[in-house]
């Protein structure tokens, strides 16, 4: 039987989802032995995609197999909520078919990136600092020319294994609230690459700066050479908000578990 | 001359508020630090009042005194935003007549309490879980019986050094957020003795649970006995959110400081 399995995680301690050589603190792993435990048999989980050090997740969907049906899934989700450290929850647990992935049946994936910009001590994990005030205008001006599908060779981190560097990007926004003096950045595809969010993010971060122009910034996109780009945005700002499947019925379902 | 100062903590990793003998990090003790080092001598800090260990402060009033006038407040704000931890941050600077004082002049004061119900890795520091469901009809039922002036001997810790304990309460209230499966409490009185917020909020919770009915939470409250609250709520839920003063145009005017 395979069952999809939602996590939310705060990134700062831990070493990214993945699963590493030499036992590091990974979600994956964490998630893993806790599975493990109550199913008495080992687990390997999928996640719908990799995050790095210090990036968060509000909905990582993963997927699992059993030889048995699960009997109770009120009571496992209860028992792992309890058993896994205060840092990562499960937030669905459910059925699904066979053939449903949480990486390949994906459709779109949504990434939310968080400023700050005046010191404030309970922001700290889960944004960025920015202390220079932004031209928000310019820095979506520069963002609507990541809609619909690039090459995004620009934006991506060496050594990532693609075959190719083109995503069709749905949006793309910067939202800013001027009370409380931070910016959300919304990005959505069907696909990211290594790196991609944090290196638009940071590159964006500098056509907000005045230190790019925003036809700066769309030739930097269309001359695909990471050269161009201005380096990622700290992890901290980061998280993988929501991942889209064509199966909506389905993944809405399992959304409001009973735990605990 | 005197300054006001307001700070904003995240009090997870601070012994509380006051300077405490043999060096415990506590906010009093490392603003106090940074702003001596800043204007080259000893600075005294009076803080509007206490918070415990783990507690946290959207809003501490405080005042010091400098010989000379500060020839610059908004570079020594930008400059003790830097200098001090990523925990504790200035929110305000501003001069103030010489008889204001933080804790004294304080008119009334307002605390949060923040209540998760479902498993959160984004909440735990800043809030309480309880994962039992609640009944916040009836907690709104008996925190309406701490409206007005009272005797709150039953909510207060031993060891206080006060000379009565009465307090006049003029909002004590639950909103609930359904969606998020969020609980925050707000009370707000002219004063508050040590441990009330955190004692009050135990016992309301324990309505909640169904454990203690409205009349016997108003008995509670009426008896004057210690023994009669069912012990304190955990400290990371509690927020000094805000102290009012009567010179309220003065204490606005220094609230968007340009940091840095």
Redesign the interface.
């Known amino acids: 039987m395979r069952y999809r399995l939602d996590l ?3 990134g700062t301690q831990f070493t990214g989802w993945q699963v590493q050589p030499g036992g590091a603190r990974t979600v994956q792993a964490v998630v893993e032995d806790a599975l493990g435990k109550l199913l008495r048999r080992p687990i390997h989980l999928t996640g719908s995609g990799r995050t790095d050090t210090g990036v ?1 997740a509000h909905q990582q969907p993963t997927h699992f197999e059993t030889e048995q049906p699960i009997a109770d899934l009120d009571q496992l989700i209860y028992r792992l ?1 309890r058993l896994l450290p ?5 937030t669905a647990l459910l059925p699904v078919a066979p053939d449903w992935h949480a990486r390949f049946s994906a459709t779109e994936r949504t990434y939310h990136y968080h400023v700050y910009q ?5 922001r ?1 994990f ?1 944004a960025a600092f920015v ?1 220079q005030p932004l031209d928000v205008d310019a820095m979506n001006a520069a963002a609507a020319l990541l809609l619909g599908e690039h090459d995004f060779t620009t934006f991506s981190k060496t050594g990532g294994n693609t075959a190719h560097y083109r995503c069709r990007v749905r949006e793309a926004q910067w939202v800013a609230d001027a009370e409380a003096a931070t910016l959300r950045f919304a990005i959505s595809a069907n696909r990211f690459l290594r790196g991609q969010v944090r290196l638009l993010v940071g590159t964006l971060l500098d056509v907000g700066r005045g230190r790019l122009k925003v036809a700066g910034f769309g030739a930097a996109l269309a001359a695909q050479e990471r050269a161009r780009s201005s380096g990622a945005a700290p992890a901290q700002g980061l998280t993988l908000w929501r991942v889209a499947y064509q199966h909506a019925a389905l993944a809405e379902e399992g959304f409001a578990p009973r ?2």
Chains 1, 2 share one sequence.
Do not use: E, S
Request: neutral net charge.
């Open positions: 939310a995680y705060d968060h909520a205060p840092d990562v929850k499960p005046r010191p404030d001590p309970f700290r889960f202390g735990i605990p």
